[in-house]
Nanobody, 123 residues
Framework: QVQLVESGGGLVQAGGSLRLSCAASGRVGSSYTMGWFRQAPGEEREFVAAIRWSGGTTYYADSVKGRFTISRNNAKNTVYLQMNSLKPEDTAVYYC????????????????WGQGTQVTVSS
């Protein structure tokens, strides 16, 4: 089982930027997908972005495309989410996830989850 620890959340004004990090302990297999999801109070968990550990293919939700960038550092077993042009509606707890998934958008395919990091965007 891969264990994940997120960092980098915080409070930022609208239009600002944050970079989230997700450090994985244990070996992340080449077939793994790493994903970022978010959940606002009273809302369903929502897909944000994902990256295939091998090959680096990326996927984005329409709501963040062009503003967020997911990347990985295989040597450091770390995945990043660079968030630019943040909006108040991006406010949520952001979770990192890992798993052997076919479809990266469905959170149910991920077997490992971090504890979450709060991102708050003020208007």
């Amino acid at each position: 089982q891969v264990q994940l620890v997120e960092s980098g959340g915080g409070l930022v004004q609208a239009g600002g930027s944050l970079r989230l990090s997700c450090a994985a302990s244990g070996r992340v297999g080449s077939s793994y997908t790493m994903g970022w999801f978010r959940q606002a109070p009273g809302e369903e968990r929502e897909f944000v972005a994902a990256i295939r550990w091998s090959g680096g293919t990326t996927y984005y939700a329409d709501s963040v495309k062009g503003r967020f960038t997911i990347s990985r550092n295989n040597a450091k077993n770390t995945v990043y989410l660079q968030m630019n042009s943040l909006k108040p509606e991006d406010t949520a707890v952001y979770y990192c996830a890992a798993g052997l998934v076919v479809g990266p958008v469905n959170y149910k395919g991920y077997g490992s989850w971090g504890q979450g990091t709060q991102v708050t965007v003020s208007s």
